[in-house]
């Protein structure tokens, strides 16, 4: 056994990508949600679910329970593949705010005609979407799963650094400051 074999990197310590979760937050039910949905299939290739509102605000007209958004989430190889055409979206650049202490990314599109490869269709109209990448690592769902729950011990979470380490080296990603 020579000296690279046993400096192997231990597996379980490795960051994977666990989900990307694309939402676009209409704020009402109707034809608007309906297009919101459409575009959000197209986009994804995936069938979206409704989000919908937590409570009532008169104001805004959102009542509670009424579908008010639409959102799909991304697994394993299609969440590579949407995130590489996402990317360009914003130049390859995130705020370093964009990531939390958990391993979690967020940044939001203005329109989604910047996503290259997409058109304006004047039937759909033009969305803002938010998109929000989950990272982990091996053996995070013992955290999560139904039987025998277990918590991850601080050292085996993802942090911040970790994940912007993540994102340069996968998605060639510039992290600016702010």
Same mark, same amino acid.
């Given at each position: ?61 959102? +009542? #509670?329970? =009424?579908? *008010? ?9 299609? $969440?590579?593949? /949407?995130? &590489? ?61 139904? +039987? #025998?729950? =277990?918590? *991850? ?9 970790? $994940?912007?380490? /993540?994102? &340069? ?10």
């Amino acid at each position: 056994m020579s000296m690279q074999e046993a400096k192997k990197e231990n597996v379980m310590r490795r960051v994977v990508l666990d989900k990307v979760t694309v939402n676009i937050g209409v704020g009402e039910s109707g034809e608007r949600l309906q297009k919101a949905y459409q575009l959000v299939q197209e986009l994804t290739g995936v069938k979206p679910v409704y989000t919908k509102g937590r409570k009532s605000i008169r104001e805004f007209g959102v +009542r #509670k329970g =009424a579908p *008010i958004g639409v959102k799909a989430t991304l697994r394993r190889q299609a $969440a590579v593949e /949407f995130l &590489k055409k996402v990317l360009p979206a914003v130049n390859f650049r995130l705020k370093q705010s964009s990531f939390d202490n958990y391993g979690n990314v967020s940044f939001g599109i203005a329109e989604h005609v910047l996503i290259p490869g997409t058109r304006y269709d004047p039937e759909i109209g033009i969305f803002g979407m938010d998109v929000a990448i989950t990272l982990v690592r091996p053996g995070y769902r013992t955290m999560k799963r139904k +039987r #025998k729950k =277990a918590s *991850i011990p601080r050292r085996h979470r993802v942090t911040k650094e970790e $994940a912007i380490n /993540f994102m &340069k080296e996968n998605f060639n990603v510039t992290i600016l400051e702010g």
